[in-house]
């Protein structure tokens, strides 16, 4: 997220069409009583300037004296709700603010998507701060431009309305939208990279944190035996524990993207592999004992590296931002992963094809690049078009993904 | 399995929830986007109050449109569609005119309107009436129309354009007091646009975006909504007052270069009179109740109002000829007012007669006279003989010899327009002590031809005075032949009582003055004569109609008594005249003036008398010394019909209330608007208020200064007073009254929000802010109150009327807080583990807290003050 400079806002005052047509009907008025003398229509005449007066005096008035903030949020993924907020400050000694809106305009700075959000308040006293808000749902990755945004009010008479546009524009990171992981992806993590345990490694001598109670079974050890809720129950019970496992891997996200792509559904197996990158990316990051390298392969190839929140932040700026192409250079990728982090780490390419289709084999670069791995039996492949991904996700609603092979 | 993360974990629940929620009803907006704004917030508040506020402005419109216009049609018609459609189309959803036939509807109305307008030739009311129509018309169709914002700013519109129309037509206080419903309407129904304005168009951006990028604020369209039920009254109270000063300063500033007027009023004006009065035409005016005339006397030498002991003579017109006719074949008969010649023609109000004898100022009362006349069809005016001008500027102008006044030429109308309301004023020295003079001088102007002989003037001058003196001469005598004119054949009975009663007095009274009397007597006393309304009597074929009154009637109104006492007079050849105008002793004690309606309508007599021949104690003072005093008698017996009394005191506010409205709106001009506003010592209506309402005041000081309040029981040391027991009393229930009203919400927020101001606020920022989190739900310490108090009772609150418990995470803080704030310093443990769990506890308070706040939606965002750092979003940092 960043944030332009601040200017002074730019205030603007207009009639409304029902102002317009009240301007008119109390000039016509006022020509008619003027010039025939007829004082009944002066009285409609000067009410007409009078609310007209009022109308300006206080729209202008509300307006300048609300001072707007905008705070979004620190991250937001697509296709998930995020809110942000307005800090709505009025300065005015007496006067509350009534009936202000905020428009925040919302466009794509990538892509030609644009909207417009819009939040209010009803009443804002004197010397009174509120925060309004509005929700948003953004469906594509990317980064976006919000603002600038514009307070204005139509108070007390809906005959003109006074904005304040400010030069607040903000740009923010929506992250690819992050997928439902089933149970034991873990496991087929470890699974698949065939030198698990290398990887995984037990992070300590104890058997790990206090899960649950479940049944004794076959095999447990007697150590687990929870002796109290056996007394209990009377049975034996045992503690389960989970195990906590520290991941050193390296995600590689291959964006690849069709030559042929002939509209947004071409992009689903891509916009998937960069979403299960960012989900496994999301879930890795937050237990500190991993160590995680991300490596995109798109238009440009890019490796970073990180574990704190700030780390993960811009791993994700970087799935965000990633422009899929119809020949990623994967074997650049890897490379910079090689030279910037070496090669102990376990290798999880998640790409919308097959590891055939990908040209192992035929492109000598990329073999070679991925050799150490494959030979180490530290390479995990997951082409996200296969039906085989649904051991890791659910495709509920990305019926288009699966198959496009 | 996802999990969630801690940006979700914290908020996930009722965020997504709300979220959720919100795009959901978006989406069904979407999927609406020709629905209407009243569809949008279908069965809102706002929705209904709007169709109701602009069905009332549309029922309005057309009422004022149609009141004191002649056009009751139209103001019915206005309000049978007005609430046709409020019922059957807003309220019960029966149908709704769909736009095209709308907009067919409107065609073919302006067709019928147009194809109306085009008949007639020259500009007059008819035109405006159909403007009025249509304007009537489309209301009626746009009624029927669903409501939309458009269709709302339409009716607003209209309304307005109606009002402008009815300006033109009506301008009786009826208009002003309509007014003002109209303007109380239209502001709340023009702050409810400003409502449906800001929360209809976030439903409307949200309709705009790209699909990938939806928008939701279904809290802030519930904050701006809620402000539907304030919002008008608001607006009423605050910016309503702003408003009218301004519109006030507005009308009373604006430069006016033209004369006050009014267009049409065809139909509404009154008859007045003219110079030919026929012999029925009074008994047809009496029947009539509408106000003709406001009359004020002011005394010159006190500046107060002046009041009159008995009835008071407005005279109107002199009509000197008596002509009979027959009308459809049957007798009738005309009175005529003889055109002025060169030696009477209109002039200016003579100046104020000061008598050489200053002992004489004690038989007279300088008065001042301000009469308003309601619009007519006769330039004549009414005046209070003998008469004077004053220093304000007179558009009146004076018969010399009738004692008459008349409208100036340029304020004649133009062609097919009534004359105006004019009001006017002038000076008179008719009254002593309350007592109106029968007596009034021959000419109202000094005669300089009486100086004809005076050898200090120079012969030139004297020449032309001889020459103007035998021309008045030769006018007396044309005109006495015209006052004594009588056909003894066709009016034999007036000579026949007039010769029995001369005769019956003795020779040395039977003077012209005591005839006049008797025979004046005669008919107002006597059994045989009577008054009556009734003008059904069948005309007599070839029978003079006074002397049908005289021989077999016997009955009728004041003019059939003055013609037959004018007829009876003449016979003895004594001088006499008949003058209209109005007698009346309606006086209005609220605005201090008298009031004569079309019912107070009357003729009397006027009979010339030489000055020898009035009795030794007649009062002739205050007025140019003459040879000759017009006599008034009024031979009508019962006074006519002054007899009915004035009317209650609803009836004599709303005159009052005509008499301000014309004073300060419809008559305002340049001159009045001077006076109104420049002059500070004269006699201005407004100035004359202000110094009105600071004498009172001065009045009252004076008087509580003196003890005088409780009716001067407390002057004389009497401790209790009956009025002043009653105004406390009234008073204290009208205290407890504004009490037990609940105050509204804003105020008692207001109140709430005020209320922490004794206890101090915290040194340490996360108990500051515990607390202001606790006075999101309207809870504040109080400056009597520990913080651990305070925190306790306030989780036993929440957890009582909230049924959520914050128990635990505000013990936390209040323990760090009494731990960081007093404990030792040894105790107080690691500084980043105290801050990591103070602030965990506090994102817990504040999620619970938000919890509260989604439970009522309705919480208005106003209340939700929150801090910076601590929303649901940045926490997960």
């Known amino acids: 997220m960043t944030t332009s400079a601040r200017d002074e806002p730019r205030v603007r005052h207009r009639l409304t069409r029902l102002g317009l047509h009240f301007a008119f009907v109390g000039g016509f008025a006022m020509l008619g009583g003027a010039l025939r003398g007829l004082n009944l229509l002066l009285v409609l005449a000067g009410m007409m300037v009078g609310l007209l007066f009022m109308q300006w005096r206080l729209c202008r008035r509300s307006i300048e004296s609300v001072s707007l903030r905008r705070r979004v949020p620190n991250e937001a993924f697509a296709g998930r709700p995020f809110r942000v907020r307005f800090r709505v400050t009025n300065h005015s000694r007496s006067m509350p603010a009534w009936m202000l809106r905020i428009d925040d305009p919302i466009g794509s700075m990538q892509r030609s998507d644009r909207s417009t959000a819009s939040t209010g308040i009803g009443f804002l006293a004197a010397k009174r701060t509120a925060t309004p808000s509005y929700d948003c749902v953004i469906t594509r990755r990317g980064r976006y431009r919000l603002g600038p945004s514009t307070g204005w009010t139509t108070f007390p008479f809906a005959l003109a309305m006074t904005r304040k546009t400010n030069d607040d524009q903000e740009s923010l990171d929506v992250y690819p939208e992050l997928l439902d992981l089933k149970r034991g992806w873990q496991r087929h993590l470890l699974g698949r990279t065939e030198g698990a345990t290398a990887a995984a490694h037990r992070s300590g001598a104890n058997d790990g944190e206090f899960f649950a109670l479940r049944e004794w079974q076959s095999g447990d050890n007697l150590r687990w035996i929870h002796w109290r809720t056996t007394a209990r129950k009377d049975e034996p019970m045992v503690r389960q524990f989970e195990q906590h496992r520290r991941f050193d891997l390296c995600l590689l996200v291959d964006g690849y993207l069709p030559n042929d792509a002939p509209d947004e559904l071409a992009e689903e197996p891509a916009e998937l592999a960069i979403s299960l990158a960012a989900t496994l990316l999301t879930r890795l990051v937050a237990s500190p004992a991993n160590r995680l390298t991300l490596a995109v392969a798109a238009q440009r190839p890019q490796a970073v590296s990180g574990g704190s929140a700030a780390g993960k932040r811009h791993m994700l700026g970087l799935l965000s931002e990633m422009k899929t192409c119809c020949e990623p250079n994967l074997a650049e990728a890897i490379e910079k992963v090689s030279l910037l982090f070496g090669r102990a780490q376990d290798l999880v390419v998640l790409s919308p094809r097959s590891l055939e289709a990908a040209g192992v084999g035929r492109d000598d670069e990329l073999s070679a690049a991925l050799h150490p791995w494959k030979r180490g039996g530290r390479l995990c492949w997951i082409n996200v078009t296969d039906p085989s991904v649904e051991r890791w996700i659910s495709l509920a609603g990305k019926p288009a993904a699966v198959g496009a092979e | 399995m996802h999990e969630p993360t801690p940006w979700e974990s914290e908020s996930a629940p009722s965020r997504r929830s709300t979220a959720e929620g919100d795009f959901a009803s978006t989406a069904a907006g979407d999927q609406n986007t020709g629905r209407s704004a009243g569809e949008l917030g279908e069965d809102s508040l706002l929705s209904h109050r709007l169709k109701l506020y602009f069905a009332s402005l549309s029922c309005l419109g057309g009422v004022v449109l149609g009141s004191g216009t002649g056009m009751e049609v139209l103001a019915v018609t206005a309000v049978f569609f007005a609430l046709f459609g409020f019922v059957c189309v807003d309220w019960l959803k029966l149908f709704a005119l769909p736009s095209i036939a709308a907009y067919t509807a409107m065609g073919l109305a302006a067709i019928y309107c147009v194809s109306n307008f085009i008949e007639f030739d020259a500009p007059n009311t008819r035109q405006m009436r159909v403007v009025a129509e249509l304007l009537v018309f489309v209301q009626a169709i746009l009624m029927l129309q669903e409501k939309t914002h458009r269709i709302y700013e339409q009716l607003g519109v209209f309304c307005l354009l109606q009002l402008i129309v009815a300006a033109v037509f009506n301008n009786a206080v009826n208009y002003g007091l309509l007014l003002v419903p109209v303007a109380v309407v239209g502001a709340w129904a023009l702050s409810l646009l400003v409502v449906l304005r800001s929360s209809e168009s976030i439903s409307a951006s949200a309709k705009e975006s790209a699909p990938s990028i939806r928008c939701s604020a279904g809290q802030a369209k519930a904050s701006l909504e809620s402000a539907t039920r304030r919002l008008p009254w608001v607006v009423l109270l605050t910016v309503g007052p702003a408003v009218l000063l301004v519109a006030a300063i507005f009308f009373y500033a604006l430069p006016r270069t033209t004369d006050a007027s009014q267009m049409g009023k065809a139909g509404k004006a009154l008859v007045g009179f003219s110079d030919q009065v026929r012999l029925e035409q009074i008994g047809k005016m009496i029947q009539s109740d509408r106000l003709a005339l406001r009359v004020q006397l002011k005394d010159n030498s006190h500046q107060k109002l002046y009041k009159v002991a008995g009835p008071l003579y407005l005279r109107g017109k002199v009509l000197d000829r008596y002509r009979p006719s027959v009308r459809d074949g049957l007798p009738s008969a005309v009175w005529v007012s003889v055109p002025p010649s060169d030696i009477n023609e209109y002039q200016t109000l003579p100046p104020e007669y000061y008598p050489s004898r200053m002992s004489d100022k004690n038989f007279y009362d300088s008065i001042d006279v301000r009469v308003s006349s309601e619009p007519m069809r006769t330039p004549s005016l009414f005046a209070i003989a003998p008469f004077h001008g004053t220093q304000h500027q007179q558009e009146i102008m004076q018969a010399t010899d009738r004692w008459t006044l008349s409208r100036q030429e340029r304020m004649m109308p133009t062609l097919g327009w009534d004359f105006p309301r004019v009001t006017y004023r002038f000076g008179t020295h008719a009254f002593r002590d309350g007592v109106q003079s029968e007596f009034i001088a021959r000419w109202s102007k000094v005669a300089s031809w009486r100086k004809a002989d005076d050898p200090s003037v120079s012969p030139q001058a004297r020449q032309k005075m001889r020459e103007t003196r035998l021309m008045i001469e030769d006018y007396?005598?044309?005109?006495?032949?015209?006052?004594?004119?009588?056909?003894?054949?066709?009016?034999?009975?007036?000579?026949?009582?007039?010769?029995?009663?001369?005769?019956?007095?003795?020779?040395?009274?039977?003077?012209?003055?005591?005839?006049?009397?008797?025979?004046?007597?005669?008919?107002?006393?006597?059994?045989?004569?009577?008054?009556?309304?009734?003008?059904?009597?069948?005309?007599?074929?070839?029978?003079?109609?006074?002397?049908?009154?005289?021989?077999?009637?016997?009955?009728?109104?004041?003019?059939?008594?003055?013609s037959a006492l004018v007829m009876m007079l003449r016979s003895q050849e004594i001088p006499a005249r008949l003058v209209v105008g109005y007698k009346t002793e309606e006086?209005?004690?609220?605005?201090?003036?008298?009031?004569?309606?079309?019912?107070?309508?009357?003729?009397?007599?006027?009979?010339?008398?030489?000055?020898?021949?009035?009795?030794?104690?007649?009062?002739?003072?205050?007025?140019?010394?003459?040879?000759?005093?017009?006599?008034?008698?009024?031979?009508?017996?019962?006074?006519?019909?002054?007899?009915?009394?004035?009317?209650?005191?609803?009836?004599?506010?709303?005159?009052?209330?005509?008499?301000?409205?014309?004073?300060?709106?419809?008559?305002?001009?340049?001159?009045?608007?001077?006076?109104?506003?420049?002059?500070?010592?004269?006699?201005?209506?407004?100035?004359?208020?202000?110094?009105r309402l600071i004498n009172s005041i001065k009045l009252l000081i004076s008087r509580i200064q003196a003890g005088e309040l409780g009716g001067g029981s407390l002057a004389s040391g009497q401790l209790f007073s009956w009025p002043a027991a009653m105004f406390g009393v009234g008073m204290t229930l009208l205290v407890f009254v504004l009490v037990r009203i609940r105050l509204p919400a804003w105020i008692r927020r207001k109140i709430d929000t005020d209320r922490p101001?004794?206890?101090?606020?915290?040194?340490?920022?996360?108990?500051?802010?515990?607390?202001?989190?606790l006075g999101r739900l309207g809870l504040w310490r109080q400056a009597a109150e520990t913080p651990a108090e305070f925190t306790s009772a306030a989780s036993r609150q929440i957890a009582r009327q909230r049924r959520l418990s914050v128990a635990e995470p505000l013990a936390l803080l209040t323990d760090a807080f009494y731990r960081l704030r007093f404990g030792p310093a040894d105790r107080r443990g690691d500084d980043a583990a105290v801050d990591s769990l103070t602030r965990e506890a506090l994102g817990e308070l504040k999620q619970r807290i938000d919890q509260i706040d989604h439970q009522e939606p309705r919480r208005e965002a106003a209340d939700v003050v929150s801090l910076d750092g601590l929303s649901h979003t940045d926490t997960s940092a």
């Open chain 2, 587 to 691: 006086y209005n004690e609220i605005g201090g003036y008298y009031v004569a309606r079309q019912r107070h309508a009357h003729a009397w007599v006027e009979a010339l008398i030489d000055k020898d021949d009035l009795p030794q104690n007649a009062l002739v003072y205050g007025q140019v010394p003459s040879e000759q005093y017009w006599l008034r008698l009024d031979p009508t017996p019962g006074g006519g019909g002054t007899g009915q009394t004035a009317g209650g005191g609803v009836e004599q506010v709303f005159d009052l209330a005509q008499n301000i409205w014309e004073d300060y709106v419809v008559d305002m001009d340049g001159s009045r608007q001077k006076d109104a506003l420049l002059d500070t010592g004269g006699m201005s209506p407004m100035s004359e208020s202000y110094a």
């Open chain 2, 757 to 773: 101001g004794g206890a101090a606020q915290p040194s340490l920022p996360f108990f500051a802010e515990t607390l202001e989190q």
């Open chain 2, 476 to 562: 007396n005598r044309q005109y006495r032949q015209i006052l004594t004119a009588y056909d003894s054949d066709a009016v034999p009975t007036a000579a026949r009582l007039a010769t029995t009663v001369a005769e019956s007095g003795s020779p040395g009274k039977r003077g012209p003055y005591w005839l006049a009397r008797r025979l004046e007597t005669l008919l107002r006393s006597d059994s045989r004569f009577g008054y009556t309304l009734n003008l059904d009597a069948e005309p007599m074929p070839g029978v003079d109609p006074i002397e049908q009154f005289l021989a077999h009637d016997q009955k009728g109104n004041c003019q059939y008594f003055a």
